[in-house]
């Protein structure tokens, strides 16, 4: 069978969780341990700057010694193998790691932003940043101290690259969710956004997520025991 003309795959936190990175809303979730209305809202950051330097410092430091599992590299093959055949190939992650990166996956979209930029405030800029942040720190562009802040899209700001998502949705013909509770929107939406373009949806997860009724076909286990075979399948 040959590869579908074009596939969409969106992303979430349980792809990562192999990899040592916390998911949100799992059993000892992210959540479950910090307040998510005081580290992931532009008000939790204005009243608190350095609670929230702090949660994304600390998650930056330990992105340094992640790594990639076989889930990853499965879908940087997938990848090759579209683009060698000519199909169109979407990987959309709501996650701020760069664990696809490393895995060898390009023009990867993080909608919800990354880890290793910053933005500031004052200017503008957005920056590759890799150590600390703090309020002292002056930004690297407009040399002004206490505007810089984490490039994350927190609760109620707009994610990115909406319009790049919605146009490869629109004519998608497989659609792939992994790892995603399916409790946050936009996100949440995509699949019945594939399903208007009369798309294939496949949930691979560890357990049925808030959407699992609107997927096509689903397979649950650890994303780094069920995709490396899912994929080959796909290829072969
Ligand atoms: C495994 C596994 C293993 C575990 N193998 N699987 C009321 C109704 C509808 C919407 C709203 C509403 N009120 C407000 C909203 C909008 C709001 C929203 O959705 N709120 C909900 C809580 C209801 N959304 C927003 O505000 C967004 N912006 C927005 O909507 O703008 C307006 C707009 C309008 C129209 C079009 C477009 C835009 C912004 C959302 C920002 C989310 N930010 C965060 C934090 C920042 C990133 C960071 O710090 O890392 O992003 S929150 C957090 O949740 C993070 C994640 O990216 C996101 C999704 O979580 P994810 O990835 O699904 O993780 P979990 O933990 O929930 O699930 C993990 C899954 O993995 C589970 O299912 C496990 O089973 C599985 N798993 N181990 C495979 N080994």
Redesign the pocket.
Known sequence: MPLPSSIVIL?????S??SGL?????KD???TKYP?ED??TPEGFARNPDFVHG??ND?RRQLKTARPHA?HEAIARLQTACEAEGREFLLV?????NLHEQAGSTNVVH???E?TQIRCMACHAVMEWHEDIGREVPCPSCSEAGYLR?H????????LE?DRISLALSHCSLFIS????????????FVQEALYAGAKTVE???????NAHVFSESQ???????LPGWVERLIA
């Open positions: 992303t979430g936190a349980g792809i969780a192999e916390g998911t949100f809303r799992d979730g992210i959540w998510l580290l992931a949660f994304y998650r889930g992650t709501q996650n701020v790691d909608m919800h932003g880890l984490p994350i899209v927190w609760f109620g700001e707009m994610p909406m992994i790892g995603t509770s399916g409790a946050v929107y936009p996100a949440a939406g691979l997860n560890l357990e049925p997520s808030e649950y286990g650890p994303a780094s025991e069920i």
